[in-house]
C-alpha cells in the first residue's frame, strides 16, 4: 500500500516530491486531511463556525506576516483591509446581488487599491513610525465609520446604508450548506497560503527580503523600493481582503467594529505566536488564537489581559513563535516512537 | 580613453560644515583611480554624491555625458555606477548567494544574468570574488575581510562600468588585503573603471597609476602617487604643520 502511495507521489514536480519528503510536507499534509474531515465529523454548526473563523484569520495574518516578514513593514493598521474588504463584499452583495466569489474578488481588489494609497506614505515612514501612521490610519477610517460622517455627505440610500453605523448587515453566507461554506473556505485559505509562500520563494521575494534586511544596500544594489514597496503592500492587502470579505460573509454582516485597532493587533499577536517569517506559522498561532479564545469566553473581560500575558511570554520564551520549535520537537518524538 | 566620470564644482554642506567644497576632478575610463585625504576631509560624502545618496548643493556630476547630478540611488546603479561602504553593510538573515542574487536581479544585472541564470550568474560572482564554497551561508558568522569580498560581488551583479570602493581594506589584516588587491587588480583588468579612496596608504600607492588628494572638501591636487605624497599641502594635511619639511 505505502509503495503504490510512493508511486503516485513520483508522478507530481520534483520539487512538491522533495517537499512531501521532509518531516514538514508530511505533517502539513496530515494537518490538511483531518481539516478536511472536520465538516464530516460533526453536524455542530457553532463548531465548524469556530474552524471558520480560523481559517479567516489565518489568512489575514498571513497577509500581515508576509508584510511583516519578508518586507519588513511592520502595519499596525491592517485592519483596514479587513474593513474596506469587509464593507464593498458585503455592499455589493446585498445591494447587486452578486455571487460571492465575484464581490469577494471586487472587495479584495478595492483593498489593494487602498494598499496603495496607504503604500506612498508608508514609503517615507520607518520603523516605529511606520507602526504609528498605519494605526492612525486605520483610527481614521474607524472614527469615520462610526460617526457615519460620510454618510451625512453621501445623501441619499448610499450614503446611509454604506456609512452608516450601524453597518451593513443580512449578507448571505457562502452557501446554505455548511460543509460546502467549509470546502471552500479551506480551499481560500490554502490557495491564500501557497500563494503567499510561493512569492517569498521567488525572485521577487529574495527583492522583497533585500529591503526588509538593508534599504540602503537594496537600494544600492539597483532595487527601485518605491516600487516593490507599493508592490508589497498591495500584494499584503489583497490577501488581507479576501480575509475581510470572508468575514463579512461569515458574520452575515459588517459595522464600523471592524476597523478597531485591535483586529490589527490580533494579525500580530497571531503572527508572533504562530512564527514571523513563515507565512504558515499564522494557521498553527490562528488555531491556538481562536480556540484558547472560545476556552476563555468566559472570562469575557480578562480575556484580553491574558491574551496579553500569553504574548508577552511568548516573546519572551519563543521569540520566533511556535512554528520551528514545534515542528522539532514533534519530529523528535516521531523519532523515539519510531526507536531512531 | 574618455572621461568616464566628470564632477564639476560640486559642494555640499551640512548645516554649517562644507563636506565638499568645490570639488572637481575627471576619472577616465578604464583607469585605475584613487582618492586619498585625512579623515574628515569628505571622501565618503563625495562617493555618497556621486552614487546619489546625497544631492549636492551646488556643481554637477556627469557620468558618460550624462548628467546625473541628484538622481536617485538605484538610477544611478542602473546606468552602471556600483559602489561598497566603508561600514559593511549586508542582507544579514540572507545566504551569501541570495545576496548577490539581489543586484542580479536589478534591472541592469537582470540584463546579463538572465541569460546565465540568476542563480548561476550569482555563483560565478561569488567564486570570482573568492566566496563561493560560503554561499549557503548568512553574513553574521563571516570575517571582516570576507564581508569586504561581498560588498564587491554585490557591486558586480548590477554589472557596473564604474566601481567605486569606500575605504575597501580598512579593518583588514594584511593577508586579507592581499586578497582584496588581487581582487581588485583583476577587476580592473577586466575593463572596469575603478575610483577608491583609502587613507591606507601604502596598499593604494602601489595600486593605483594615478591619485587625487582632498583635504577639508577641498581639491588639492592630483597625479602619480609619489608626486602627490610629497605635496607640500598633502604632507601638512595629513600630519600636521611643518611637515612640508619632509618633501
Known amino acids: 500500500m505505502v509503495k503504490k502511495l510512493e508511486e503516485k507521489i513520483s508522478a507530481f514536480p520534483s520539487y512538491i516530491r522533495d517537499w512531501i519528503k521532509t518531516f514538514r510536507g508530511k505533517i502539513t499534509i496530515v494537518c490538511l486531511i483531518i481539516l478536511s474531515l472536520i465538516p464530516l465529523l460533526t453536524q455542530n454548526k457553532y463548531f465548524i463556525g469556530i474552524f471558520l473563523t480560523f481559517m479567516i484569520y489565518t489568512i489575514f495574518a498571513a497577509s500581515w506576516d508576509f508584510l511583516a516578514g519578508f518586507v519588513g513593514q511592520i502595519s499596525f493598521g491592517h485592519a483596514i483591509f479587513l474593513g474596506i474588504s469587509g464593507y464593498v463584499t458585503a455592499y455589493t452583495i446585498v445591494n447587486f446581488n452578486l455571487a460571492w466569489w465575484l464581490a469577494l474578488l471586487i472587495g479584495a481588489t478595492i483593498a489593494v487599491l487602498f494598499g496603495l494609497i496607504i503604500g506612498i506614505p508608508a514609503l517615507r515612514l520607518k520603523g516605529p513610525y511606520l507602526a504609528l501612521g498605519t494605526l492612525a490610519m486605520s483610527l481614521i477610517l474607524f472614527q469615520v465609520f462610526i460617526m457615519g460622517t460620510l454618510s451625512r455627505w453621501w445623501e441619499g440610500t448610499i450614503g446611509t446604508e454604506l456609512f452608516g453605523t450601524d453597518g451593513i448587515s443580512k449578507v448571505p453566507l457562502i452557501s446554505q450548506d455548511p460543509v460546502i461554506e467549509y470546502i471552500i473556505t479551506l480551499l481560500i485559505m490554502c490557495l491564500s497560503l501557497l500563494i503567499l509562500t510561493h512569492i517569498t520563494k521567488s525572485n521577487t521575494g529574495t527583492i522583497f527580503k533585500s529591503i526588509r534586511d538593508d534599504e540602503t544596500g537594496a537600494e544600492a544594489s539597483g532595487i527601485n523600493l518605491t516600487k516593490y514597496k507599493i508592490y508589497a503592500f498591495m500584494i499584503s492587502g489583497f490577501f488581507a481582503g479576501i480575509a475581510g470579505g470572508l468575514f463579512a460573509m461569515r458574520f452575515r454582516g459588517v459595522n464600523p467594529g471592524i476597523f478597531q485597532p485591535l483586529y490589527s493587533f490580533y494579525a500580530i499577536i497571531i503572527v508572533a505566536v504562530g512564527g514571523i517569517a513563515t507565512i504558515s506559522g499564522s494557521a498553527i498561532g490562528a488555531f491556538i488564537f481562536v480556540f484558547s479564545g472560545e476556552f476563555l469566553r468566559e472570562t469575557l473581560d480578562v480575556s484580553l489581559l491574558i491574551f496579553s500575558i500569553i504574548l508577552i511570554l511568548f516573546v519572551r520564551f519563543a521569540e520566533h513563535g511556535l512554528l520551528k520549535p514545534t515542528l522539532e520537537r514533534i519530529q523528535e518524538l516521531w523519532d523515539i516512537l519510531l526507536g531512531r | ?247
Request: hydrophobic share 40%; with cysteine; proline share 5%.
Open chain 2, 1 to 247: 580613453m574618455g572621461v568616464i566620470l566628470e564632477i564639476k564644482n560640486l559642494t555640499k554642506k551640512f548645516s554649517g560644515l562644507t563636506a565638499v567644497n568645490d570639488f572637481s576632478f575627471e576619472v577616465r575610463r578604464g583607469e585605475f583611480t584613487g582618492l586619498i585625504g585625512p579623515n574628515g576631509a569628505g571622501k565618503t560624502t563625495l562617493f555618497n554624491l556621486i552614487s546619489g545618496h546625497e544631492k549636492p548643493n551646488s556643481g554637477t556630476i556627469r557620468f558618460d555625458g550624462r548628467d546625473i547630478t541628484g538622481m536617485k540611488p538605484h538610477k544611478i546603479v542602473n546606468l552602471g555606477i556600483a559602489r561598497t561602504f566603508q561600514l559593511v553593510r549586508s542582507f544579514r538573515f540572507m545566504t551569501l548567494l541570495d545576496n548577490i542574487s539581489v543586484s542580479c536581479l536589478s534591472p541592469r544585472g537582470k540584463k546579463v544574468a538572465k541569460e546565465y541564470g540568476i542563480d548561476e550568474y550569482a555563483s560565478s560572482i561569488l567564486a570570482a570574488v573568492g566566496l563561493v564554497d560560503k554561499a549557503r551561508i548568512p553574513p553574521i558568522i563571516l570575517p571582516h575581510g570576507d564581508l569586504r569580498k561581498l560588498q564587491i560581488g554585490k557591486a558586480l551583479g548590477t554589472n557596473p562600468q564604474l566601481l567605486l570602493l569606500d575605504e575597501p581594506f580598512s579593518g583588514l589584516s594584511h593577508e586579507e588585503q592581499k586578497g582584496i588587491t588581487d581582487l581588485i587588480i583583476r577587476l580592473h583588468a577586466d575593463g572596469v573603471t575603478v575610483f577608491m579612496t583609502g587613507h591606507v596608504l601604502r596598499e593604494l600607492m602601489h595600486l593605483v597609476p594615478r591619485v587625487v588628494a582632498m583635504h577639508q572638501g577641498k581639491y588639492i591636487t592630483e597625479g602619480p602617487p609619489q608626486e602627490v605624497a610629497n605635496n607640500k599641502i598633502v604632507l601638512e594635511a595629513y600630519l600636521g604643520k611643518g611637515s612640508e619639511q619632509l618633501a
